[in-house]
T-cell receptor
Framework: QITLKESGPTLVKPTQTLTLTCTFS??????????VGWIRQPPGKALEWLALIYWDDVKRYSASLKSKSRVSITKETSKNQVVLTMTNMAPVDTATYFCAHKDSYGYGPFDYWGQGSLITVSS | EFVLTQSPGTLSLSPGERATLSCRAS???????LAWYQQKPGQAPRLLIYGASNRATGIPDRFSGSGSGTDFTLTISRVEPEDFAVYYC????????FGQGTKLDIK
């Protein structure tokens, strides 16, 4: 059974750096084709993909965030964790942040999701 | 920039009716790498359809997906009470893009 769970702070001040951890079970990030992504959703708004890391440590980022060099994704395979770091947080970054699993070559749909973690950016 | 436009924004139906949701892409979706998700309040999205027309594991057969190129459709043959939710399309052929969502609510 595949499960994922996000953890991290619930409140971040403007200009601070957000670090979120996705802890998963039921699969290995050593398996070919597997990846873990991060997606966020501002309150009442649509989903926005942020980043993806593959089993072979290849990383992909949303063009809008990559151009500003604000986001990075890493994995700790032995701990079954994926970490998202987002710098220079602003109130517009207030959202529920989800991590999700994919299991196909290329990008692939997200077939398992964490419950989400609401992050509020406020002074 | 890849844009997915969903219509209508809100669809009001009664249980038992047929629901047709549209997703239009600003450019052709490579290999029909188009997925549909259902999201209920306070929950994570759930994958319904991938590859434009393949049901994900455990998804009832009243849900079906169709389309190719730039025009895709999610159909719910007979809406059940538990189907009232927000539906998102997503392309995953070239990076990831989500549509803005269609809310299916009770008439």
């Amino acid at each position: 059974q595949i499960t994922l769970k996000e953890s991290g702070p619930t409140l971040v001040k403007p200009t601070q750096t957000l670090t979120l951890t996705c802890t998963f079970s039921g699969f290995s990030l050593n398996t070919s084709g597997v990846g873990v992504g991060w997606i966020r959703q501002p309150p009442g708004k649509a989903l926005e993909w942020l980043a993806l890391i593959y089993w072979d440590d290849v990383k992909r980022y949303s063009a809008s965030l990559k151009s500003k060099s604000r986001v990075s994704i890493t994995k700790e395979t032995s701990k079954n964790q994926v970490v998202l770091t987002m710098t220079n947080m602003a109130p517009v970054d207030t959202a529920t942040y989800f991590c999700a699993h994919k299991d196909s070559y290329g990008y692939g749909p997200f077939d398992y999701w964490g419950q989400g973690s609401l992050i509020t950016v406020s002074s | 920039e890849f844009v997915l436009t969903q219509s209508p924004g809100t669809l009001s139906l009664s249980p038992g009716e047929r629901a047709t949701l549209s997703c239009r892409a600003s450019q052709s979706v490579s290999s029909n790498f188009l997925a549909w998700y259902q999201q209920k309040p306070g929950q994570a999205p759930r994958l319904l359809i991938y590859g434009a027309s393949n049901r994900a594991t455990g998804i009832p057969d009243r849900f079906s997906g169709s389309g190719s190129g730039t025009d895709f459709t999610l159909t719910i043959s007979r809406v059940e009470p538990e189907d009232f939710a927000v539906y998102y399309c997503q392309q995953y052929g070239r990076s990831y893009t989500f549509g803005q969502g269609t809310k299916l609510d009770i008439k």
